[in-house]
């Protein structure tokens, strides 16, 4: 886009991983309306999340912050180059003072975001970069706030949830959203989060923006057998798959075919796979987004026992596969999954109200079929990610312009 002047940098903390294909996507998306988008990550992901081409290709064109800290030369010509600007240096050292946690461990790592900021944002010049976009706004956000503080280009970032809105004294959410050009909330839920702790005259900047995926990925009727359970995520406790264990528990007489397949790997899975031994569990590890889509078409419907969630794709995606899906009513869930309609939402934490929704989807299947359509509706109308990106577009866009600013749902740029 010519209007923007110059490149937008991504940031995260690690770009790409297997479990945040959302910004993968959207980066693509971006660049195919003709935004310069470049990529860069504060760590280098593992192998293990290099799943598919599309993967290795956006690592091979990222670029990585804390390899550059950790080499002296680089790091010393960072700050050299900062200093150059000895009032902006300045006042970002007090910014990054000031906003630290309290404690010595605090400070010192506000230290090192700091020093990973120096590097950024000589990075930054060196390509031209017009617009820093940050995705999570935890460590990396820090890292983009302070790299916008020394450059003075301006910043924004996406708000997930649920890590960042569980401690939003502890990662500063008020100064970020205060500095920040704009703030793109993936849910009504986030911004409502998000408008706690900004003044009311600041909630102009909070806009819903939503992670999308493209449907015509997915666009195939499932296959399954009646009893193919999928859960698609992070195997650590946040995703209450002990619950999902106890719920199995409790109808595996009744279901004789049931098996679950666990896509995804974590912290926990030597603890779960102990835990399921003697139960219809399959532990199958990373897949790429070719391989997720495949197995959501052998499926007949996807599970989610979160304990606490953003707005999670994996359900986009498997509605629209024309999967039934059941979900715990947290977060931004509801706005996207309709109960009764397009899945089941249940308590978290509930095992029996849950093992009663697996048995209800799993045991009708005319009812099943009519939710996976629902669903599948629903993702397109709302969560196509060309949309998303093109809304993301209009807030890069009047920010950079200074052109009037969007509405809470920004609108498609003619």
């Given at each position: 886009m010519s209007a923007m002047?110059?490149?937008?940098?991504?940031?995260?903390?690690e770009y790409p991983r297997a479990t945040d294909t959302f910004i993968q996507r959207e980066v693509a998306a971006l660049r195919a309306l003709g935004f310069d988008i470049r990529t860069a990550s504060v760590r280098r992901t593992g192998p293990e999340h290099l799943t598919g081409p599309e993967q290795q290709a956006e690592a091979a064109g990222t670029f990585h912050v804390l390899e550059q800290v950790l080499r002296l030369i680089p790091l010393i010509g960072a700050k050299l180059a900062a200093l150059r600007a000895p009032g902006r240096f300045f006042a970002a050292l007090a910014l990054a003072w000031r906003t630290s946690p309290k404690g010595l461990r605090g400070r010192a790592y506000q230290m090192v975001y700091l020093a990973e900021a120096l590097v950024l944002a000589r990075h930054m010049r060196s390509l031209g970069v017009v617009h820093l976009h940050n995705h999570i706004a935890k460590a990396s956000g820090t890292v983009a706030m302070l790299a916008?503080?020394?450059?003075?280009?301006?910043?924004?970032?996406?708000?997930?949830?649920?890590?960042?809105?569980?401690?939003?004294?502890?990662?500063?959410?008020?100064?970020?959203?205060?500095?920040?050009?704009?703030?793109?909330?993936?849910?009504?839920?986030?911004?409502?989060q998000a408008m706690l702790h900004c003044p009311r005259a600041a909630w102009g900047k909070l806009h819903v923006v939503h992670c999308g995926i493209d449907p015509a990925r997915y666009d195939a009727s499932p296959h399954g057998d009646g009893g193919q359970l999928l859960f698609v995520g992070r195997l650590a406790a946040v995703k209450g798959l002990p619950v999902l264990f106890e719920a199995l528990t409790l109808i595996a007489d009744r279901l004789p075919r049931l098996r679950l397949t666990l896509v995804g790997d974590g912290p926990d899975r030597r603890a779960l796979e102990a835990e399921a031994r003697g139960l219809p569990v399959a532990f199958v590890g990373y897949k790429s987004q070719s391989e997720v889509a495949e197995l959501l078409r052998g499926a007949d419907a996807l599970v989610l026992p979160s304990f606490a969630e953003g707005l999670p794709v994996v359900l986009m995606e498997a509605m629209a596969a024309r999967l039934p899906v059941i979900a715990t009513r947290i977060a931004g869930v509801p706005e996207l999954v309709e109960d009764g309609a397009s899945g089941l939402l249940v308590p978290p934490g509930d095992a029996q109200a849950l093992a009663a929704a697996i048995a209800a989807v799993l045991g009708d299947p005319a009812r099943?079929?009519?939710?996976?359509?629902?669903?599948?509706?629903?993702?397109?109308?709302?969560?196509?990610?060309?949309?998303?990106?093109?809304?993301?577009?209009?807030?890069?866009?009047?920010?950079?312009?200074?052109?009037?600013?969007?509405g809470k749902r920004p609108g498609v740029p003619a």
């Open positions: 002047g110059g490149p937008i940098l991504y940031l995260t903390g916008s503080a020394l450059t003075g280009i301006p910043y924004s970032f996406t708000l997930h949830g649920p890590d960042e809105l569980l401690e939003p004294g502890y990662w500063r959410l008020d100064e970020k959203i205060a500095r920040a050009a704009f703030v793109a909330c993936i849910s009504d839920f986030a911004r409502s099943a079929g009519r939710m996976g359509a629902a669903g599948r509706a629903k993702v397109s109308a709302e969560f196509d990610i060309a949309t998303e990106a093109a809304w993301l577009g209009v807030l890069f866009l009047a920010s950079q312009t200074g052109g009037p600013r969007p």
